[in-house]
């Protein structure tokens, strides 16, 4: 039991880091910018704002699925210090994933409960497939592990945007069943926010209380309510949390001061 004279407990510090994008090849470029370069500046600028208790890396963590570019990250990533929980996004390679991310500080797991918090994963992936589907498996998963700590305020994390974020391209390629995903949100009610990665971009709604959120790429970003792949110019970034005692957060967007390196101006797609 706490007493009277005990300071409170810290917030958990926790960093979404996504759509990383690696390749084998050290030098490997994603619409001309160096995305293990954009990491390694990623989380230098981490470590000298926000240090960090935990990190998800939320999905398309590699761009060609290779062993190379999965020890890559965690050569990146291990920098920061902190436990790393990763989930696959459509440019990953499963079980190249999970064997690499699965040891030594990084973890591929279903659900991670820490400092009164409970993190919940998801594969949204489809094998062959750019777009997202949450398969039965995953469902039943999902609810018994909210089932398991009620009382533990939860962030839900996936790949795949699970509501339309306003971008006709990038919506063909959410999660295409959310309705009995959100039937287990709304019986839930200690889930605080939904999180996912793949849309290269910033988004912030709230659905039933419940806050639905997306984050920057460490590298390229996709330009909002675009109807056509375009590219926005914003640095690459993170989103970060504070996850309080008492059930609530804080969250924004730590961005890097400009673009490291020069973006192809005539991409079209990636």
């Given at each position: ?19 990383t ?12 910018l ?7 500046e990623i989380?230098?600028?981490l470590l000298?704002t926000q ?6 890396a939320?999905g398309?963590l ?9 020890q ?11 436990p790393v929980f ?11 994933l999970?064997?690499s991310?699965?040891r ?11 400092r009164g918090?409970?993190q919940?994963?998801l594969d949204?992936?489809?094998?062959g ?5 949450l ?12 089932g ?7 962030l839900?994390w ?6 339309p974020?306003?971008s006709?391209?990038l919506d ?8 009995p ?6 019986r ?5 926010a939904i999180?996912?990665?793949h ?7 709230t659905r039933n209380?419940v806050?639905l959120?997306?984050?920057?790429s460490?590298?390229i970003q ?25 059930g609530?957060?804080?969250t ?7 673009i490291?390196g020069?973006i ?7």
């Amino acid at each position: 039991m706490r007493t009277g004279s005990e300071a409170p407990a810290r917030a958990l510090q926790l960093i979404q880091i996504t759509d990383t994008h690696l390749f084998a090849d050290a030098g490997g470029t994603l619409l001309g910018l160096d995305t293990r370069h954009c990491l390694r500046e990623i989380v230098a600028l981490l470590l000298r704002t926000q240090p960090p208790d935990l990190i998800v890396a939320s999905g398309d963590l590699t761009h060609d699925g290779s062993p190379q570019a999965y020890q890559a990250l965690r050569d990146c990533l291990a920098a920061a210090g902190a436990p790393v929980f990763c989930l696959p996004g459509n440019h990953d390679e499963g079980t190249a994933l999970r064997a690499s991310m699965n040891r030594d500080g990084f973890f591929t797991v279903r659900s991670h409960c820490d400092r009164g918090w409970q993190q919940v994963f998801l594969d949204s992936t489809i094998p062959g497939d750019e777009g997202g589907h949450l398969a039965a498996q995953e469902l039943q998963e999902l609810d018994a592990a909210l089932g398991a700590h009620p009382r533990l305020p939860a962030l839900v994390w996936l790949h795949h945007q699970p509501v339309p974020i306003g971008s006709r391209w990038l919506d063909t390629m959410a999660v295409d069943n959310p309705g009995p995903f959100f039937d287990i949100i709304d019986r839930h009610p200690q889930v605080r926010a939904i999180v996912w990665g793949h849309v290269h971009q910033v988004f912030d709604r709230t659905r039933n209380g419940v806050r639905l959120l997306a984050g920057p790429s460490t590298g390229i970003q996709f330009l909002p309510g675009s109807d056509r792949f375009a590219i926005d110019h914003s640095p690459p970034g993170y989103r970060w949390f504070e996850l309080h005692p008492d059930g609530e957060f804080d969250t924004g967007i730590q961005r890097l001061e400009r673009i490291p390196g020069i973006i192809d101006a005539d991409a079209r797609g990636y």
